[in-house]
């Protein structure tokens, strides 16, 4: 079964890039957390608000 | 912070923005997810003291449980795709009404006991896409199947997708399923009956109901009784799998009856798939065995089961405190068994079908492409939703916001009504969300605080969440649009819609009047 037949390949890539940021992002952000490097943490946090913005864009 | 009617709106708007965007505007789960977790952040940041800090630590523990919950979305629907691009789904969907000529009983086995099946190996609207069409088959109504395969499976969506949903409810609450899974199963056993008389009557009438209801009451019984005991003996990632099977096998021997008896196969040890190519049905069912198999072995044997536990991946948060006081210990995140985690266990499984079917010549040119292609499109975007959700769940969950609604439902129900209102709080969270699994992430944590301030027993509480959420999740509108398309229903999704609903709510007021019940009778408390 195809769960999204109309699913069109710039949205599909957007979708597949949303998820990469959104599952990697959190792990940069614990390690600049945990370093206590709060700019980096700040990169992080805004790479996973750029994955939600591309998730509601795709969705 | 203070409860007062304001704060606790505060505290709802998250879940209340959610709710109005799917089913006021008809947002889909991943967009709707984003707009909450905004508004989880925004509010718990504004109005709950939380810090950057707190709100970052969140968004890594919200990380971890949406790869618990997305490893075994990913391998389900990769085992699903391997058995039907093989044709395997196909075969057994013709093979189980050739075994009787009693067509209210084929409807059981197609709409209650094959769905269940389904939903048990694969789930996320397969049950109801592959069952009503084949209903159709046996000369049911477009309408008529479509309900009968979405309310056949209801009982199953908990334990079933190897118990995704159940899963989450213990990852978000922290809790094992030694003390998770007999309320539950119990709860479930309940609505497994009520679902199959609710197959009959939908499908052939109050009087057949009746007639059949002997019959219903032993399958019930046999697939109540065997999800309960393999999800208190460690295996309930396999609780609604095993128990359809369990259900299947003696409805095959119902089936020798001669009330029952039909023609079989007529001696045929192939049969003919969708794409018009014979296919064997004991190669068929190889797969799904070699995933009971596989999922077996790796729980009960304990040097397997060693060995495939070696490698846990998990991380250690700090204490984390907000601006009010609310304050979250230091904890380890989830932790993700990366070799024996029924994910794992699932992909095993269809590396194994996989080699099987191609072994038997039952791929065509460019079928794992195929595979592959149809898993990833499915995968990625209920992914996006379950992070969104889950993020916005932590976030909540960590700022005090799920605390703080936690006691307002329970000043505001009290304790003796609260146990009914527990299985309608799951049902509404999945018909809203489309899922079991979301529901138990947005309300999983808020019953348990509920429960704990009310001076009920957790378990209960939370088993009757779950069960409502199962049963909610058949009449969710994703599930019933996915079950219309496969029916050439496109144009009356509104008339099934509000048949299913009518249905549907019977086994979830059952649950409610179980749970009452039980606690009148200090069940748990």
Sequence with gaps: MNHHPRTRPWRARLQAVALALILGAPFGLYAALQSGNAPLA?????????SMALTYLSG | MPLTFFTWLLAFLP??????????????????????????????????????????????????LTLDVCYVVWAALLLYHVANEAGAVDVIGKALPALTRERAFQGLLLGWLFASFLQGMGGFGVPVAVSAPLLVGLGY???????????????????????????????????????LAPDSAIFLGGACLACGMVVTLVGDGWKKMFQLLPGTILLSAVMGGTQYLLSTHGVYTLGATGAAMA?????????????????????????????????????ALSGYAALVILAFGMNLIPSINRLVDHVQFSLPFPELQTGLGFVVPAEMGRSINIFGHPGAILTYASLVSYLIYRRAGYYET????????????????????????????????????TNLLAAGLSQGFGKSAYPAVAPLIGALGAFITGSNNN??????????????????????ILGAQTAGGSLGSIMAPAKVIVGCSTVGLGDNEGVVMGKILIYGIGPVLLVALLALAFSWLGWGA
């Excluded at chain 2, 199947?145 to 899963?167: D, L, P």
């Excluded at chain 2, 095959?252 to 001696?267: F, K």
């Excluded at chain 2, 990833?376 to 960590?398: C, E, H, K, P, Y």
Aim: hydrophobic fraction near 55%; include cysteine; proline fraction near 3%.
């Design chain 2, 439 to 460: 529901s138990n992430v947005l309300f999983g944590m808020l019953q348990y605080r509920t429960a704990e301030l009310l001076g009920l027993g957790v378990p209960l």
């Design chain 2, 141 to 179: 109504t477009p309408v008529q199947a479509v309900i009968m395969a979405c309310i056949g499976h209801g009982w199953a969506v908990n334990f079933g997708s190897m118990a995704t949903s159940f899963q989450t409810l213990m990852a978000v609450t922290g809790l094992p399923a030694e003390v």
């Design chain 2, 366 to 401: 460019g079928a794992l492409k195929r595979i592959l292609d149809n898993t990833s499109q499915g995968a990625v975007n209920s992914s996006l939703g379950v992070a969104a959700m889950v993020g916005m769940a932590v976030a909540m969950s960590n700022s005090g916001m």
């Design chain 2, 247 to 283: 259900g299947l096998a003696v409805a095959i021997l119902i089936t020798r009856l001669p009330a029952y008896r039909g023609n079989g196969l007529n001696g045929a040890r192939h049969l003919i798939s969708g794409n018009g190519r014979p296919r064997s049905l004991w190669v």
């Design chain 1, 42 to 50: 700040v990169f992080f946090f805004a790479l996973l608000v750029l």
């Design chain 2, 15 to 64: 879940v209340a923005v959610v709710l109005a965007l799917m089913l006021g505007l008809k947002w889909g789960g991943s967009r709707a997810g984003v707009a909450g977790w905004t508004t989880a952040l925004l509010t718990a940041g504004l109005f709950f003291g939380a810090g950057a800090r707190l709100l970052a630590y969140t968004q890594v523990k919200g990380t971890l």
